[in-house]
């Protein structure tokens, strides 16, 4: 016999949204991760869910579950495999390492994500609750300015305070409003004076 051929199923946005929809309703996360994980390790990648894209969302399973460990262990595959996602592994490999105890690790990987430009307004926007979370609220502040900066050029807007009038659709978008609003609250904490962005929210 020449051999066997082994049944592998292909990864499914589908059935790991069934995942954590269940998830959510039962509070079962460790349950959750553990078939993710299973999932994302044997199943064929697909267009509709990347191998390191089910990779992620495993991980952050495991965080929900209490378990940095095999969370950065789903995440550091989810890099290291390099395809499409969501969101950059690295953030919640770093939100582990804070849990792990492992800051310095974090930090390093803070810089390196800085280091090579901040280019997605999602990265900005969770890099912002993370370092909020560690109370570095001039780091997060310096986030939430880079996503909302994105998020104005990518409308077409000035992409820095002081350039000139801007038009209602920038502060239309509710992703936009959410990131000026904690943006607000954080220069707020810093006792910092309100600045065009802030005035922004009451357009």
Do not use: H
């Amino acid at each position: 016999m020449v051999g066997t051929l082994v049944n592998v199923g292909f990864l499914s946005r589908e059935e790991f949204d069934a995942i954590e929809f269940d998830a959510a309703c039962t509070g079962d996360n460790l349950a959750a991760a553990e078939r993710m994980s299973a999932l994302a390790r044997t199943g064929t990648s697909t267009a509709s869910m990347p191998r390191a894209e089910a990779l992620v969302r495993a991980g952050e399973q495991w965080l929900l579950a209490g378990d940095p460990a095999a969370a950065v262990a789903d995440l550091e595959l989810a890099l290291a495999d390099g395809g499409p996602v969501e969101v950059d592994p690295r953030v919640p490999i770093c939100r582990a390492l804070f849990q792990l105890g492992r800051e310095a690790q974090a930090r390093a990987m803070i810089e390196e994500l800085k280091s090579q430009g901040k280019a997605d307004a999602r990265t900005c926007d969770l890099m912002m609750e993370l370092l909020v979370e560690q109370e570095d609220l001039a780091g997060a502040l310096e986030w939430a300015t880079a996503g909302v900066e994105l998020i104005l050029n990518a409308q077409g807007d000035p992409p820095a305070p002081g350039g000139g009038e801007r038009g209602d659709q920038a502060a239309s978008g509710s992703d936009l409003n959410d990131l000026l609003r904690i943006r607000y609250r954080i220069r707020n904490d810093l006792r910092l004076p309100e600045d065009e962005y802030d005035r922004m929210l009451n357009v």
